[in-house]
């Protein structure tokens, strides 16, 4: 699976929407991009997905960059539940089914 | 949404020792997992499951490791002889089906190794 690249924090205030970039510039074409989140003491949490088209459901928007070699996971409005260690991974498909996690992103939340 | 749960929450145990790991997935989930997290660094995947077969494991997941299904049951991960060095949290997922479906994540089991 090809790598990631996120920084290594974020900090943010309740209420503010927060971009969580993502760089995977050897991206191959059949292989998705996946966040997942993890809180302290829980597992991780299936957040979005997305392949090449912009996606949106209850807890964030992905953006896909039209080369697909960027990614950005938009969250809308953030509450302190928000804060967590953010992880964008890449998956093929019709691959290999395991999670590949690097160190993420962790998000701070202040109220 | 969907829930994964784990027994037991911790677990203590003296090196040697044989220990397992209980995962009671998604009911209508038909591949699982198992991660091993070390207190400070990076999950990192283990094994996964399917049909009574290991699909696919990493170098992590050492002879001394074992998963099976009995039955439908739990999903187990057995650590026979434990050493220092499995003291980690482990968490057990699920998915509908391979590849693209989403994995979902129980709380984890600590497992300390004395």
């Known amino acids: 699976d090809a790598k990631t690249t996120q920084p290594d924090s974020m900090e943010s205030t309740e209420g503010e929407t927060v971009h969580l970039p993502c760089s995977h510039a050897?991206?191959?074409?059949?292989?998705?991009i996946y966040w997942y989140r993890q809180v302290p003491l829980q597992g991780p949490e299936y957040v979005t997905h997305?392949?090449?088209q912009n996606t949106t459901n209850s807890m964030a928007f992905l953006a896909i960059a039209s080369d697909r070699k960027s990614s950005t996971l938009i969250l809308p409005h953030v509450s302190l539940r928000d804060a967590a260690v953010y992880h964008c991974i890449l998956r093929d498909q019709g691959g290999s089914a395991k999670l590949i996690f690097g160190e993420g992103t962790k998000l701070t939340v202040s109220s | 949404g969907p829930k994964v749960l784990q027994i037991p929450s911790h677990q203590i145990i003296d090196m040697g020792q044989m220990v397992t790991l209980n995962c009671d997935p998604v009911s209508n989930h038909l591949y699982f997992y198992w991660y091993k997290q070390i207190l400070g660094q990076q999950m990192e995947f283990l094994v996964n499951?399917?049909?009574?077969?290991?699909?696919?494991k990493s170098k992590l997941f050492k002879d001394q490791f074992s998963v099976e299904r009995p039955d439908g049951s739990y999903f187990t991960l057995k650590i026979q002889p434990t050493a220092l060095e499995d003291s980690a949290v482990y968490f057990c997922?699920?998915?509908?089906?391979?590849?693209?479906?989403?994995?979902?994540f129980g709380p984890g089991t600590r497992l300390t190794v004395l």
């Open positions: 997305g392949l090449q």
């Open positions: 997922a699920s998915s509908l089906d391979w590849g693209g479906y989403e994995q979902y």
């Open positions: 499951f399917y049909n009574g077969k290991v699909m696919e």
């Open positions: 050897t991206i191959s074409g059949n292989e998705y």
